[in-house]
C-alpha cells in the first residue's frame, strides 16, 4: 500500500518548522483532550467537598458511591442491558453479514440501507420513533424496550466488522468444505464461524461498550425501574456538580482503559490474516 | 457499496434454510426502524387532546408550527451550532491525523491509542469534566482569580460557548480516526509525483492531498455534524437550557410537553434534513478517485 509516508517537500527550514508545527500542535490537542477529564480523576480524591482548593488525599468518595444504592442498582441494570444487547447482536450481526455476504436475492441493497441507518441517523430520532411505536403497541416501557433499543443501533456495528472480515475470506475456503462434504451449515460452523472470530470479538466489544454509555435512545425507552446508569448520571449531573460524580466517572475512565487495551489486543489478532486456501 | 472483486461470485439465491436464518434480521429491520418511522411520520400527521393522546388524523397543521419563526430560528441555531463545531474539529483534527499518519509505527500505534481513549469515554464524564472546569466556583476561575482578581468571577458555565466546547470536546476523536485512515491510505509516491513535475508544497497539498483525503473528510464530518445538530445532553448540562437546540425541543415536546404530534413533525424535519445531506454527501463524494 502506502509504500512512502505522505511527505511534503518544504525548503529545508520550512520543513523543519512545519515538522515542529505539527508535533506541537498534536501535543496540544492531546493535553486538550485529557486534561479535563484528568482533572477530574485528581479531584475525586479531594476530601473536601467542591472546592478548588487542595484540602488532602481521601478515598471518601468513593466510600460514598458504595452507600447509594440508586446509583449501584442503575449500573447493575446498564450491566443487565449491555450483555443482552450484545449477545442479540453478535447472533443478529453475524448471521446477517454471512447472509447478505453469501447469497443474492432482490431487496438485498435496501437491506444494507436499513442496516445503515441505524449507526448514521441522529440517535434522537431512534428514541422518539421507538416511544411512538411502544405507546401504539401498547408496550409498556421496561427491560425490554431498552435493550430493543440498544440492539437495533448496536447490531449494525458487528455485521459491519463481521462483513470486513468476510470479504477478506478466500471463497475457496468454503468450497472445499462443501466438496469434502460439509452441509452449508455445517461449512459455516465448522470453517466459517472460526475464521471469523476475531471480527465477532470486536463488534460483541464494541455493542458492549455502545450499549454500556448510551443516553439518548434510552432517555426515551426506559422505565425508573430500568433507568441505566448513564441516565442516573444526566439526572445528577443535571441538578450541579457532586464528588461522588467525581469519584463514578473516575471508575468509568478506569473501565474504558481496559476497554480499550483489551480491544487493542483482539486488534493485533485480526490483523492475522484470514486463512486461504493453498493452491 | 462495492462488489466484492472475486472471479467466481458466490453469491446465490437463499434457499428455505435461508430465509429462515434472514428472518430475524429481516423482522428486526421491519418491526424496529420502517414501522417506527412510518409511525412517527404518522403521529406528525395528528392532533394532541386535551390530555396529551395523539389523535391520528391528516393535517399538516404540526408542520405549520415547524415553520413558525421561533422554531426556524431554533432549527437554524442548531445547524449553526453543529457547523462551527464540525469546522473546529477539522480546524484542530485535521493537522493531527496528518501528523499522526505519518508518524513512525510505533509512534503511530502510541497516538492511535490516545484518540481512542477519549472516543470510547462515556461523553457524560467528558461533559461533566468540562462543567466542574467552567463552574463559577471552577478551576479556570480560580486560575482567572489568581491572575487577575479584577475580571473574576467570569461567566463561563451555561453559555454557548460552553455548548461549542462541550461539543469540540466530545466530537474530536469522531473526526480525527477517519481522517487519520484516509492519511494512512494516501501514497506517498503521487505527492513526489507531484513534486518532481514541478509543484511546491502550496501546491501539493490542495491539488493532491486534500483530495486524495476527501472520503476521510466527509466521513468525519458526517460523524460531528448529525449527531451534534440533535444532541441535547451536552447542550443541557453546559448551555443549562439557556440556548434551547432543537434536540432540547424535541425532548420536550415528547417528554415534558406532551405534544407528540408536534414533537413527531420537529422529528420528520430532522430526518428530512438527514436525509437530504446524506445525499449531499454522497453526490460530493469523488468516484473513482486515483489509486497509487
Redo the contacts between chains.
Keep these: 500500500?502506502?509504500?512512502?509516508?505522505?511527505?511534503?517537500?518544504?525548503p529545508a527550514a520550512?520543513a523543519r518548522l512545519l515538522q515542529a508545527g505539527?508535533?506541537g500542535?498534536?501535543g496540544l490537542?492531546?493535553l486538550?483532550?485529557?486534561v479535563?477529564?484528568l482533572?477530574?480523576v485528581v479531584?475525586s480524591f479531594n476530601s473536601a467537598r467542591?472546592?478548588?482548593v487542595w484540602e488532602g488525599f481521601s478515598g471518601r468518595w468513593y466510600a460514598e458511591l458504595l452507600l447509594q444504592a440508586p446509583l449501584q442498582r442503575s449500573a447493575f441494570n446498564s450491566l443487565v442491558v449491555a450483555i443482552a444487547t450484545t449477545i442479540i447482536s453478535v447472533v443478529?450481526g453475524t448471521?446477517?453479514a454471512w447472509?447478505l455476504?453469501?447469497?443474492?436475492?432482490p431487496g438485498r441493497?435496501l437491506?444494507?440501507s436499513?442496516?445503515n441507518?441505524?449507526m448514521?441517523?441522529?440517535?434522537?430520532?431512534?428514541g422518539?420513533?421507538?416511544?411512538?411505536?411502544f405507546?401504539?403497541a401498547g408496550v409498556g416501557l421496561g427491560f425490554t424496550t431498552v435493550i430493543?433499543g440498544h440492539?437495533?443501533f448496536s447490531?449494525p456495528f458487528v455485521l459491519v466488522a463481521v462483513r470486513a472480515r468476510l470479504?477478506g475470506l478466500d471463497?475457496a475456503l468454503?468450497e472445499a468444505a462443501r466438496d469434502l462434504g460439509a452441509t452449508?451449515?455445517g461449512a459455516f460452523r465448522r470453517v466459517i464461524l472460526p475464521a471469523l472470530r476475531p471480527a465477532i470479538f470486536a463488534g460483541g466489544l464494541m455493542a458492549f461498550?455502545l450499549s454500556w454509555?448510551e443516553?439518548?435512545v434510552t432517555?426515551?425507552t426506559a422505565s425508573a425501574a430500568s433507568a441505566t446508569l448513564?441516565l442516573k448520571?444526566?439526572g445528577m449531573?443535571?441538578v450541579g456538580?457532586n464528588p461522588v460524580?467525581?469519584a463514578l466517572?473516575a471508575l468509568?475512565?478506569l473501565v474504558?482503559?481496559v476497554?480499550?487495551a483489551f480491544?487493542?489486543y483482539l486488534r493485533c489478532g485480526a490483523r492475522r490474516p484470514p486463512p486461504t486456501f493453498p493452491r | 457499496m462495492t462488489p466484492a472483486p472475486v472471479a467466481r461470485d458466490p453469491g446465490t439465491r437463499p434457499g428455505a434454510l435461508a430465509w429462515l436464518l434472514l428472518a430475524p434480521l429481516l423482522a428486526w429491520l421491519a418491526l424496529f426502524v420502517v414501522a417506527p418511522a412510518l409511525l412517527l411520520l404518522g403521529c406528525s400527521l395528528g392532533e394532541r387532546d386535551e390530555f396529551g393522546q395523539v389523535l391520528w388524523g391528516f393535517s399538516l397543521e404540526n408542520y405549520a408550527r415547524v415553520l413558525d419563526p421561533i422554531y426556524l430560528r431554533i432549527f437554524l441555531r442548531s445547524l449553526g451550532f453543529a457547523a462551527l463545531t464540525t469546522g473546529l474539529c477539522l480546524l484542530i483534527g485535521y493537522p493531527v491525523a496528518y501528523q499522526i499518519a505519518r508518524a513512525a509505527p510505533r509512534v503511530r500505534e502510541l497516538l492511535l491509542l490516545l484518540v481512542m481513549v477519549p472516543f470510547w469515554t462515556s461523553f457524560l464524564v467528558r461533559t461533566y469534566a468540562w462543567m466542574a472546569i467552567l463552574r463559577e466556583e471552577g478551576l479556570l476561575n480560580a486560575l482567572v482569580t489568581w491572575l487577575q482578581p479584577a475580571w473574576a468571577p467570569l461567566g463561563l458555565l451555561y453559555t454557548p460557548a460552553a455548548v461549542v466546547t462541550g461539543l469540540v470536546y466530545s466530537y474530536l476523536p469522531f473526526l480525527i480516526l477517519p481522517v487519520y485512515a484516509s492519511v494512512e491510505k494516501l501514497d506517498g509516491a503521487l505527492i513526489e509525483a507531484a513534486h518532481d513535475l514541478g509543484a511546491g508544497p502550496w501546491r501539493v497539498f490542495p491539488a493532491v492531498i486534500l483530495p486524495l483525503t476527501l472520503p476521510g473528510i466527509a466521513a468525519g464530518v458526517t460523524l460531528v455534524f448529525v449527531p451534534a445538530v440533535a444532541m441535547f445532553a451536552v447542550t443541557d448540562l453546559l448551555g443549562g437550557a439557556r440556548v434551547p437546540l432543537i434536540g432540547n425541543v424535541i425532548q420536550n415536546q415528547f417528554l415534558q410537553a406532551r405534544d407528540w404530534p408536534f414533537g413527531a413533525a420537529l422529528g420528520v424535519a430532522l430526518l428530512g434534513l438527514f436525509l437530504v445531506s446524506q445525499l449531499v454527501l454522497r453526490a460530493l463524494r469523488p468516484r473513482g478517485a486515483l489509486r497509487g
Excluded: C
Excluded at chain 1, 500500500?1 to 518544504?10: I, S, Y
Excluded at chain 1, 455476504?101 to 436475492?105: P, Q
Excluded at chain 1, 448514521?120 to 431512534?126: D, H
Design positions: 500500500m502506502a509504500a512512502l509516508p505522505p511527505t511534503l517537500r518544504f520550512g505539527l508535533r500542535w498534536t490537542v492531546l486538550f483532550l485529557y479535563p477529564v482533572v477530574l479531584y467542591l472546592g478548588v443478529l448471521l446477517g447472509l455476504h453469501r447469497y443474492r436475492f441493497d437491506i444494507e436499513l442496516v441507518l441505524p448514521v441517523m441522529p440517535e434522537i430520532l431512534l422518539i420513533s421507538l416511544l411512538v411505536l405507546a401504539l430493543i440492539v437495533t447490531f470479504q471463497p468454503e452449508p451449515w461498550l454509555d443516553l439518548i432517555y426515551f448513564p448520571v444526566f449531573a443535571k456538580l460524580l467525581n466517572s468509568f475512565l474504558t482503559l476497554g480499550v480491544s487493542a
